[in-house]
């Protein structure tokens, strides 16, 4: 990280209990057991870069649950995208979804979940740190990447620098449409697995037709959801790699969706796994949230996540 190219944009005051920079993840190490990282919220944290004019893959900050309080080190364009935290700017209340201009030594707090968990902040010019494994992507369990290159969520007294912004002209608005209500209960499309037709009928009745609640025992790793017990004629398998999204369900009969920071192996039968925008989705439900799961192609899928990536391209 050369600091004749970067500047100081924030100090941290006081961390919150995980604030994780995040680029768009850690590709290609899958075989030396190194996970992906990256952000919980793909959408939410594209959308916080293209405010901020910056391109796809540039890192941004992750904020969970809230408690950040950071100090403006220098007049800079920032925005905040995804969940609704209490977010404000020298105690006055920060829109969200919009680009908006900070000043030195301004204070941006970010208070506790309103709608939402897990909140983007983007800078012009965008956040830059030495990258680990071709990625500064955080993953605290591994060590790997974050702002100091340790996997280390954000401490008190931390610095975040980024790069000179460069002139642009995004819009400085999301549109009203493309802003997730994350209150509402939502269908989260899944894409059938190798070992669907090994549930049991009624399982499979009961996973696309009943609701389930998003478990508290939830994290970067994967979320549980509780609701009809799942049978499978399968005991186990031979471990097998895992993509993101992947729904796996162990022999209590309650599914696991697995997100960004999972192992990267596994050897519970999979129902098959949620798109990358189903996952995002589900990584801001909060405990008690009721959710679908929708049986959806390869093909739709495929399109969807193209009708989505043009609008960064």
């Not at 920079?21 to 944290?45: H, Y």
């Amino acid at each position: 990280m050369g600091s004749n190219y970067t500047v100081i944009s924030f100090r941290v005051l006081h961390p919150g209990p995980l604030a994780l920079l995040q680029d768009a993840g850690r590709f290609g190490a899958r075989r030396l057991g190194v996970t992906q990282g990256g952000p919980a919220d793909l959408n939410a944290w594209a959308w916080a870069n293209r405010l901020a004019g910056n391109a796809w893959g540039t890192p941004a900050l992750e904020v969970t649950f809230g408690g950040l309080e950071l100090e403006v080190a220098r007049d800079l364009a920032l925005a905040v995208a995804g969940a609704d935290l209490g977010a404000t700017l020298d105690g006055d209340p920060l829109p969200l979804w919009t680009r908006v201009t900070a000043r030195e030594g301004q204070r941006l707090a970010f208070a506790s979940p309103q709608a939402g968990l897990r909140a983007y902040l983007a800078v012009a010019g965008g956040f830059v740190a030495e990258p680990v494994l071709g990625s500064c992507a955080c993953v605290v369990r591994e060590g790997l990447g974050g702002h100091d290159g340790r996997g280390r969520p954000l401490a008190e007294g931390d610095e975040l620098r980024a790069a000179p912004a460069e002139p642009f002209s995004a819009s400085p608005e999301v549109p009203g449409e493309a802003q997730p209500d994350y209150r509402a209960d939502c269908r989260l499309a899944l894409l059938p697995g190798a070992q669907i037709a090994d549930f049991h009928g009624g399982s499979l009745y009961a996973a696309f037709n009943a609701s389930w609640e998003v478990d508290d025992r939830a994290d970067r790793m994967g979320v549980r959801l509780t609701g009809p017990v799942l049978r499978c004629r399968i005991d186990s398998l031979i471990s097998e790699g895992l993509g993101l999204g992947a729904v796996q369900v162990p022999p209590d009969g309650q599914p696991i969706v697995l997100l960004n920071d999972r192992q990267t192996i596994g050897g519970y039968p999979r129902l098959g796994a949620l798109t990358p925008l189903a996952a995002s989705r589900l990584a801001q439900c909060v405990p008690g949230q009721r959710v679908r799961l929708a049986a959806q192609s390869p093909e739709r899928a495929l399109a969807d996540y193209r009708r989505f990536r043009r609008q960064f391209d």
